[in-house]
Structures are given as C-alpha cells and as structure tokens.
C-alpha cells in the first residue's frame, strides 16, 4: 500500500520505475485471486468430472455428477401433451440411459432386436428431433429384451471429438461425434471373463479430458477400470468387491488432481485418477448400490436406498455427506441422515439443502451443511431420473411421464406439475416388443442371460397384456423361482443355509429374515423370505412397461426426457 501512495504526479517522476514494478506486481495479485476465486466458484456451480473449463451442456450422466444448469437458462415451468413440447421422436429399441447434449446434438444409446442382439449410439438434430446419424455394432452376449434386464441401461459421455458408450453385454464402442464414423470397440469380457448379474449392468461412465472410467461391478471377478478414450487402451484396473451395482463413479477434483469416487458394495472409495491407486475408504454402508455420488466442492454426498429385507434406519444412515478438511487424505463424515434415504434417483443439491427422493415417491429436504430434515412431501409418483436443478427450482420427473417443479429451498412448495402423455392414452411402442424365454426357462428372472458364447432358446413374444411364462408360472407358487435359487447354494443338501452358503447380500440383513436367531436360514425361513418378495413384485411387470421415464438432460433451450421408446424435447418453439 505504501508504494501505491507514490501514484501523485509530484512523485511519479521521482520513483517512477518503483511504482511500475509495484504495478505489475498488484496485477499478479489481482489476477491470482482471480483465477483462485474462478476455480472455487467453477468447484461449486459446474460439474467437476470433466477435468475442464469449457465442458459440453450435458456430456455424460447427471452432467458430471450434479445435475444442474445455469440459472438464466430459458426453458419453461409448465408444459402439457398440446403444449410447450417441441417435438417427440419413437427410437430405434429400447433404452434405460439418459440422453446427452452436445451443442445442436442429442445422442443416446438403445439395444434393438428380441435379444438386443444389436447396440445402437444414435445421434438427433437438437432443433428438430430428426435423426442426423446411427452407429451400430453387434453385441457378444444375447439376453432376452424384458423388464427383468436392464436394456442399454448406462449412459455414455460425448465431448467434441467422440462419443463412448458401454452396453450390458460388456461392448465398448467409441465413435466419432460429427458423423458417427466407428473409432474403436471391444468387449471387456475378454478381460474380466464371463458377467455374471441377475438384472443385467447400468453404471453409468464418467470421464476426464483423456480417460474414461467404468465400474464393472457383477457377480464374478469386479474391476473399476480406467480407459483411454484415444484408443480404447486399458490405462489401470483395480478389483472391486463382487455383486449387483447399478451406482455410477463420479470424478473429484483435489487441488491440481483428480479422483474417481464409487460409491457401492456396502463402502465408498476415492482412487487417484492416473493410477488407480485406492486413496481412502469408509465402509459399513448398506443399500448403496443404486444412487450415485454427488460432489461439491471438498464434500461428497452419498445416497442410499431401503435393500431388499433392510431397515430404513440402515439406509438412512448410509445417506450422509462426507468432506475433506484442508489437506486431509481421507475425507470425515459430517452427518448421516436420520430417516430420509435415496432410492433409483441420486441426491441434487440447490443452495443449502440436500434433495432425496425413496422408491415410495417421498421427497426428502435436508440442511446440506448439518443433515438436519426440513421437510418430507410425498409427490403422488415414483421417480427413476435424477431430478435437474436449475438456480432454486427443482424439476422432478416421474417414471409416469408427470414433472413438478418445485421451489428448492426448506419448504415445500409446488410451482407446477406437467405431464408428457394422456394418462388415459398413453404412447404405446410402435415397434418394439418385450421378448421372453420358453416356458421350460427356471429361475427368479424371465430373461435368458447367458455367458459369453452361451446358447439361447428361441423363445416367444408375449402379446399386449400377455403376463409372460414367468409370471404365469409364479402365480401358481409365488416366490418358488426365487426359493430354487436360494437352494441351489445349500451344499450339504440339508436345506438349511449356514456360512457361507448364506448369499452375501443376505448377510447385512440377517436380523430380519433370520426369524429363530440362529445364525442360518432353514427352508421355512427362505420360503417366508421368497413370498414377501414375490408379494412386494406383484404387478411389476405391467408396471414396468413402456412408458417410462428413465433419463433427463437439459441445456440453455430446454429438457430432453427419454423413455425406453421415445425423447421429448421440451421448451423452444413446438415442432409438432
């Protein structure tokens, strides 16, 4: 400050050089604040995961693990099938994962033919909803097309040059954005062997500017595997814990590096980046195998869903928020929720609270910074795609083609609640058709899911409304494909299910299906088990039928919403 003081006229010709030096020196000052404040509000207010300052609208799955978009974006708070929807176009298949947007192109990935034997990357003009382009590649692992099994259920990530999406065969397939030119594929069967899933894989990818991350979580032997986007080239692989995860990596930035964090298997984990090297772990999680990490600045928000025979209690503790202090390795918890717990939708955040959403369709509103519960509102419908934040509003889709934009702060306030579709009509498939095995098929599932190079039934298509084999056949015994299973681990045949006969993700809930306390589940103990779930599924199969709302991603002009059939492009002048 003194050298500022020798600016006068009188003076300046006395230490002229000084007080030049002294310029250039509050410049760099200035300009390192600047920079500093710049990257700690890009920390807080963009997606992190990118590794890059000028990313795409919406490049991969909840745009980089937040879910938000700026404030001033011009798309509209109410809409309906005659108004506010710009256009809506059937897709090739049937798809579970969310659309990308990338300046006038939406990109999305679908599995086409009875038993998705094709994987498809498709590319629509922004403004008009017409197909600019269509990459396809055949799968190397068949699986019946049917509720039971996810059907292109990850979402890819695009940036300018390529776009990379990852199928539940375990294709890879990367290819050019401009055209849909094919750059490289493979199949990462061939190096973590045959994928073992009752329901099929739908972690999601999560990028950096020259690597691409998958969490390859099944029943065999798991990897999180890093890979480079140039060429498809394994860059590090690490072991996962075995078993189903639908969770997604995200990527945090520390400083001047990267982390990818996994949030799954009953523990969350940082790893470095460029290594793979495990750089810390908290453990004793239940139900975190669904939502996905969110990241905000050094915080980390975990999400956690009510498992099967779980208590909520449980889960609930498992939605908590986690922070690095200063230069902290590993990160603290904070707080762990009380009773709000998460379900198929990620946490969003939006200024100073925490939204959950439960598979009952309940809105859970925290405090991000100490956990305390504002609110808990019940939305009238259940929700598989993560809400959107746009400044303080808050856009929930649900899975029945409703949206409410709700106020985003500690009270509960509904501005205004849209639907896609007459619920009286909806929009049936126009060519695609649910397909099942034969009759003689055992098993919980209805799918026919096989190993890599395994055979499969010629199977039949169900007709509209048609219950499919399955569902006839556990109509007669409800639960008894789901007690068969269980079964086939008793090793000594006694049909009492001890150690390590007891599958693993029973073991975190054994106090509740373990009626007589003895450490093992007799068959009486596993039939009550079977028939509450096959209670609990009851309809589910209708009820997971086209249309579904799964996947959202939005931009400065509007929301794109994708059901398995169809994208809806909402906001901007109506096409239709």
């Not at 020798?6 to 006395?14: E, I, T, Y």
């Given at each position: 400050m003194r050298y500022l003081n020798?600016?006068?006229?009188?003076?300046?010709?006395?230490?002229?050089?000084?007080?030049?030096?002294?310029?250039?020196?509050?410049?760099?000052?200035?300009?390192?604040?600047?920079?500093?404040?710049?990257?700690?509000l890009a920390q807080e207010s963009s997606p992190p995961s990118q590794g890059k300052t000028n990313s795409p609208a919406w490049s991969s799955f909840r745009n980089g693990g937040l879910s938000h978009v700026p404030k001033d974006a011009s798309f509209p708070t109410?809409?309906?099938p005659s108004h506010g929807i710009s256009w809506q176009v059937e897709l090739a298949g049937y798809g579970q994962s969310a659309?990308?947007?990338?300046?006038?192109?939406?990109?999305?990935?679908?599995?086409?033919?009875?038993?998705?034997?094709?994987?498809?990357?498709?590319?629509?003009?922004?403004?008009?909803?017409?197909?600019?382009?269509?990459?396809?590649?055949p799968s190397t692992l068949l699986g019946s097309s049917n509720y039971m099994y996810s059907r292109a259920a990850p979402t890819p990530i695009a940036d300018e040059q390529r776009t990379i999406a990852f199928f539940e065969s375990g294709d890879l397939i990367a290819v050019r954005t401009s055209d849909g030119k094919k750059l490289?594929?493979?199949?990462?069967?061939?190096?973590?062997?045959?994928?073992?899933?009752?329901?099929?894989?739908?972690?999601s990818l999560t990028q950096t500017d020259d690597l691409f991350f998958v969490n390859l979580e099944h029943g065999g032997p798991s990897a999180l595997i890093a890979i480079q986007k140039s060429d498809g080239a394994t860059r590090w692989s690490v072991e996962r814990p075995s078993g189903t995860s639908w969770s997604s990596p995200v990527v945090m930035r520390r400083g001047d590096e990267f982390q990818v964090v996994i949030s799954s298997a009953g523990e969350a984990a940082g790893y470095d980046?460029?290594?793979?090297?495990?750089?810390?772990?908290?453990?004793?999680?239940?139900?975190?195998?669904?939502?996905?990490?969110?990241?905000?600045?050094?915080?980390?928000?975990?999400?956690?869903?009510?498992?099967?025979?779980?208590?909520?209690?449980a889960a609930a503790q498992s939605n908590l928020c986690l922070e690095f202090l200063e230069d902290d390795v590993s990160?603290?918890?904070?707080?762990?929720?009380?009773?709000?717990?998460?379900?198929?939708?990620?946490?969003?955040?939006?200024?100073?609270?925490?939204?959950?959403?439960?598979?009952?369709?309940?809105?859970?509103?925290?405090?991000?910074?100490?956990?305390?519960?504002?609110?808990?509102?019940r939305l009238g419908f259940e929700s598989w795609a993560t809400p959107i934040v746009r400044g303080d509003q808050l856009f929930v889709f649900g899975k029945n083609g409703t949206t409410s934009v709700i106020q985003a702060d500690?009270?509960?306030?509904?501005?205004?609640?849209?639907?896609?579709?007459?619920?009286?009509?909806?929009?049936?498939?126009?060519?695609?058709?649910?397909?099942?095995?034969?009759?003689?098929?055992?098993?919980?599932?209805?799918?026919?899911?096989?190993?890599?190079?395994?055979?499969?039934?010629?199977?039949?298509?169900?007709?509209?409304?048609?219950?499919?084999h399955s569902a006839q056949r556990d109509s007669k015994n409800p639960g008894a494909g789901m007690l068969a299973g269980m079964l086939k681990g008793d090793k000594d045949g006694d049909?009492?299910?001890?150690?390590?006969?007891?599958p693993k993700r029973l073991v975190a809930v054994m106090d509740n299906i373990d009626l007589n306390k003895d450490g093992s589940l007799d068959k009486s103990e596993l039939e009550k088990m079977a028939k509450s779930f096959a209670k609990r599924r009851a309809g589910s199969k209708q009820s997971s039928r086209d249309p579904i709302v799964y996947g959202v991603a939005a931009d400065s002009e509007g929301i794109l919403i994708r059901t398995g059939t169809r994208l809806y492009a909402i906001g901007g002048e109506s096409k239709k």
């Open positions: 020798l600016a006068p006229a009188q003076n300046l010709a006395l230490d002229k050089t000084m007080a030049n030096r002294q310029l250039n020196i509050v410049s760099l000052v200035m300009a390192f604040f600047m920079v500093t404040s710049t990257s700690l109410s809409w309906s659309p990308l947007v990338l300046n006038d192109k939406i990109l999305v990935t679908a599995v086409d033919g009875p038993k998705k034997e094709t994987n498809l990357v498709i590319c629509i003009d922004r403004e008009t909803g017409v197909e600019n382009w269509r990459a396809s590649q490289w594929e493979r199949d990462l069967k061939q190096d973590v062997g045959e994928l073992k899933s009752r329901h099929g894989l739908g972690s980046s460029q290594t793979g090297k495990e750089l810390w772990k908290i453990t004793d999680l239940a139900g975190n195998s669904v939502p996905s990490p969110l990241i905000l600045g050094n915080r980390i928000f975990l999400g956690a869903r009510k498992s099967e025979f779980g208590s909520v209690a990160p603290t918890v904070v707080w762990r929720s009380e009773r709000c717990v998460a379900d198929y939708c990620s946490p969003v955040v939006s200024g100073d609270f925490l939204f959950l959403i439960n598979g009952s369709g309940i809105l859970g509103c925290l405090n991000k910074n100490n956990g305390e519960e504002k609110y808990r509102q500690g009270e509960y306030k509904l501005i205004s609640e849209n639907r896609l579709w007459d619920t009286d009509n909806p929009p049936s498939p126009v060519s695609y058709q649910e397909y099942y095995p034969p009759a003689k098929a055992t098993g919980h599932g209805t799918g026919d899911h096989k190993g890599h190079n395994g055979k499969h039934s010629s199977g039949s298509k169900p007709t509209a409304g048609s219950r499919g049909e009492t299910l001890t150690g390590d006969e007891i």
